[in-house]
């Protein structure tokens, strides 16, 4: 009987339950349509990286050092050609193949003296062409290269350029700059991973890539079918010794998958942690829902009681309302969630990641979390209503709506909340004083979820309080429906905190980000003013600078000098015998006219001139001094030991746990052919020279480089802001979802209310009031509610942000900035958001027939 009496109930009621519905659809769908997305992206790759992996492959022992720094300036590491015919006449081996592949590479386009990139931004790479029976790629028109003049280059790219067979493509890489011709446009068999491919053939590839022929970068091989993988591996190391790293098919796809696997996997936690702070807000759009159903049928409720209805049978019908709830909206959220899976895999294909919609993966666990989530949430969210009700006596009802006295209940719960909002501010105090970020981290962590729940638990409380101050001005402004709109909002505090609740998380979230975000970039505008000499700043967007272009700088008229630095990589073993596998920066010796490190002991010129410096932390580790020896083994190179001369202070993230060397000592320990690119360039302008005339020449003198940035001080900071601006907008959008949940709450609590005070609403008109006043106060009401809500979102915020400003001190977050504009569109926005959630409850109110209205039981 209790499930026909729910069944009945619910659908009945169920234009009441839209927006309730709504918010559990788009919170499924946001968590469905992520899990799809990613197990799709990954299962593609998985299949790229197993379909074109060699059955072995032969590369340079050490990855990680010189070789893994090509996007930051470092050369490839190289193996000689006559590995190649060694695994090639191992038993079991059908054939083996010299390969040539480096990043940071720059094409441009002579036609426009633009770069050309992949469609995403993602890395540029160059390759010697080479068939073999798994390629990735095949030649869809046009040739392979032959000879110095030639390249072959993908289609995604060329398409993205506008680039075709025999047109002229300029190729920037680290040993210098080539013109070369189209020959050739190759495809890919299988996804496109996002990046942008060029092609030579082997010898102008070793020539024009790696600086000298009978070098590769790694060796492939494939067998013939009479030995597995596993012993054509231990054949071939067996054979080549060692100094290499030899990995079957499967070991190169897993190595492969784990660097593709890192940006899916944060994307994923990042789109389901916003996922379920939509979750949360849509929470307690629900509570909301289901209390003010229940407070609608206390009557109806108190009936069933007085026929012998349970409390637990009362109970149990609510809670199959909202399982029903849950049922659907998992179900159609399910569904959208495919179309959402759909869309990101369009929008990625915008960005040069293309897969392919028609093979959607979706496993076992996707519809099982959906399901779970929109029930669970529902449910759980439909308790405290559902108990409520469950104490509805039949007298109490049959006498009038309403819901018990809860006298005792609101002073527990607002000394609850008030323990918790206490204890939370103690932990966010504590952590802004914390000595350490980790601990620090970790009370800011509690800080923020106790301070969250304390605020959700004492917002009737504070509903009282600020709605009334809020109000204050209504009834003065807006006469009779002013006065009506702040004793609505005060009418039911628990409805109205649960309301306000919705937005204050969003709110909260978005003015703690926003404190964060202008305080990176006032602590970094900040530590440039104080550390940063140099007039220019020269950077490349990938790789490094080849001589060309430090040329290019030191050629410029009206410099006075010009600082470069390297990076390189060296195995430390200090005086107490433990060794660190690490990169210093190489600098010249005016670098610290550029950069002013601050040191706590020695000189820092003379660790340029001879020695070296380290940083405070790393001294502190090791218990050294100014003075003490270091030995220092250059990667590739010779090992020398080297006298501290300086110890760097940890003031400033530009050079914090940074270790410096000079130029001249890293030249000396290493070969030319492994001296990495410059990473970075700094210049001053020649004393009595115009500062903005030598800028301007300096961008002149890099205009053939489109891939460098040339920044002055003022330029530079405006790169950062820049930066940080597509971080804040990156979680605003994020946040949208949760955002839009808390205005179907506004709008729902509106619209049901309306509901609740049809009597009173007819009998407001008989009396007098106009449609338009009634307009009024449902939108005054709305609008109260929202700016509520934000009042409690922007303290929360601002308590939140300043405590993480100071948990990050010690990581250069040094100066505490209030983005007044952010805080103030806060306020706006939620006053916009008031009025647009009242539109539709206002004109539905002001249509009611009067006489039906007080007619309505």
Do not use: C
């Not at 110890?647 to 940074?658: F, P, V």
């Not at 929360?796 to 209030?818: E, F, H, K, S, Y």
Request: avoid cysteine; proline fraction near 3%; charged fraction near 15%.
């Amino acid at each position: 009987m209790m499930l026909k009496t729910s069944l009945r109930s619910f659908f009945a009621h169920k234009g009441r339950m839209v927006l309730s519905l709504v918010a559990v659809v788009l919170s499924v769908a946001f968590v469905s349509g992520t899990l799809v997305f990613t197990d799709t992206a990954t299962a593609t790759f998985d299949r790229l990286f197993a379909a074109t992996a060699a059955d072995v492959t032969v590369s340079p022992a050490d990855q990680t050092s010189v070789g893994g720094q090509q996007n930051g300036g470092g050369r490839a590491r190289t193996l000689p050609d006559t590995l190649v015919r060694t695994v090639a006449a191992e038993p079991g081996v059908k054939s083996a193949t010299g390969e040539v592949s480096v990043e940071g590479i720059t094409m441009v386009n002579p036609a426009t003296g633009k770069a050309v990139t992949a469609a995403g931004g993602g890395p540029t790479m160059a390759n010697n062409w080479y068939e073999t029976p798994n390629s990735a790629l095949k030649i869809t028109s046009g040739s392979a290269p032959h000879g110095a003049g030639q390249v072959l280059l993908d289609a995604d790219t060329a398409d993205k350029a506008k680039l075709k067979i025999g047109d002229p493509l300029r190729v920037i890489t680290a040993i210098g700059d080539y013109r070369t011709t189209i020959s050739g446009i190759a495809t890919f068999t299988t996804t496109n991973p996002g990046a942008s491919l060029v092609f030579f053939d082997t010898p102008t590839a070793q020539r024009e890539l790696l600086g000298r022929s009978g070098v590769f970068t790694a060796v492939v091989a494939y067998g013939d079918g009479s030995r597995t993988d596993d012993q054509l591996k231990a054949a071939v190391a067996a054979k080549v010794g060692g100094g290499y790293q030899v990995k079957t098919a499967a070991e190169s796809a897993a190595d492969s998958k784990a660097d593709a696997g890192g940006f899916l996997d944060f994307m994923k936690y990042a789109m389901l942690g916003f996922a379920g702070i939509s979750l949360l807000v849509g929470g307690f759009l629900i509570i909301n829902t289901f209390s003010m159903l229940v407070a609608q049928r206390t009557r109806e409720i108190g009936l069933m009681r007085a026929l012998g209805s349970s409390r637990s049978q009362v109970n149990r019908s609510v809670l199959v309302e909202a399982l029903i709830l849950g049922v659907l909206g998992s179900t159609v959220g399910l569904g959208a969630g495919l179309g959402l899976a759909v869309g990101l895999i369009e929008l990625m294909g915008k960005a040069g990641l293309n897969l392919d919609a028609s093979q959607l993966v979706v496993k076992a666990t996707v519809p099982i979390v959906a399901y779970a989530v929109g029930i669970v949430i529902t449910v759980l969210a439909a308790w405290l209503p559902a108990r409520r009700a469950g104490r509805i006596s039949p007298m109490a009802a049959l006498r009038d709506h309403g819901t018990p006295s809860e006298g005792a209940a609101n002073r527990i719960r607002a000394a609850v909340g008030l323990v918790l909002t206490a204890a939370g501010a103690l932990a966010l105090v504590a952590g802004a004083k914390a000595s350490s970020a980790g601990t620090g981290g970790s009370l800011l962590g509690l800080g923020v979820l106790f301070t969250l729940v304390g605020f959700v638990v004492i917002g009737p409380l504070l509903a009282g309080v600020l709605v009334r101050v809020l109000g204050a001005a209504l009834p003065s402004l807006f006469g009779p429906a002013g006065r009506l709109a702040q004793r609505n909002a005060l009418r039911n505090p628990r409805r109205t905190g649960a309301t306000a609740a919705a937005l204050m998380i969003g709110l909260a979230l978005v003015t703690g980000t926003a404190v964060i975000t202008s305080s990176m970039v006032s602590s970094a505008s900040g530590q440039i003013d104080r550390s940063v000499g140099a007039d220019y700043i020269v950077m490349a967007n990938s790789g490094g600078l080849n001589a060309g272009m430090v040329k290019a700088v030191t050629d410029t008229p009206g410099l006075d000098h010009v600082s470069r630095q390297k990076q390189v990589s060296v195995l430390i073993t200090s005086p107490d015998g433990k060794r660190e596998d690490t990169d210093v920066n190489a600098v010249s010796p005016t670098y610290g006219k550029d950069l002013r490190v601050a040191t706590v002991a020695g000189d820092f010129d003379a660790a340029l001139r001879h020695g070296m410096s380290v940083d405070q932390d790393y001294a502190d580790a090791h218990h050294l001094k100014v003075g003490d020896p270091l030995k220092v083994a250059f990667d590739g190179g010779s090992t020398q030991t080297l006298p501290i001369t300086a110890i760097t202070a940890e003031d400033s993230s530009l050079y914090e746990g940074e270790m410096y060397i000079g130029l001249a000592t890293v030249e000396r320990a290493l070969p030319a052919d492994l001296l990495p690119q410059d990473l970075m360039l700094l210049a001053g302008a020649a004393a009595g020279s115009d500062a903005d005339q030598v800028y301007a020449a300096l961008q002149k003198s890099l205009q053939d480089y489109p891939q460098l940035q040339v920044k002055n001080q003022a330029d530079y900071k405006e790169l950062i802001q820049k930066q940080v601006d597509q971080l804040l907008y990156l979680v605003f959008g994020l946040l949208g979802l949760a955002i839009v949940v808390a205005v179907l709450g506004v709008v729902n609590t509106l619209a049901l209310s309306v509901v609740e005070r049809t009597r009173e609403i007819g009998l407001l008109r008989a009396i007098g009031l106009s449609r338009r006043q009634l307009r009024r106060m449902i939108r005054l009401e709305s609008v109260v509610i929202a700016v509520f809500g934000a009042v409690l979102g922007t303290g929360l915020g601002l308590a939140w942000g300043t405590a993480a400003q100071r948990v990050l001190r010690t990581q250069g977050l040094d100066t505490l900035t209030i983005p007044t504009g952010t805080i103030a569109a806060v306020f706006v926005g939620a006053a916009v958001v008031g009025l647009l959630a009242a539109l539709f409850p206002a004109f539905r109110a002001s249509r009611m027939n009067i006489l039906g209205a007080i007619a309505t039981d």
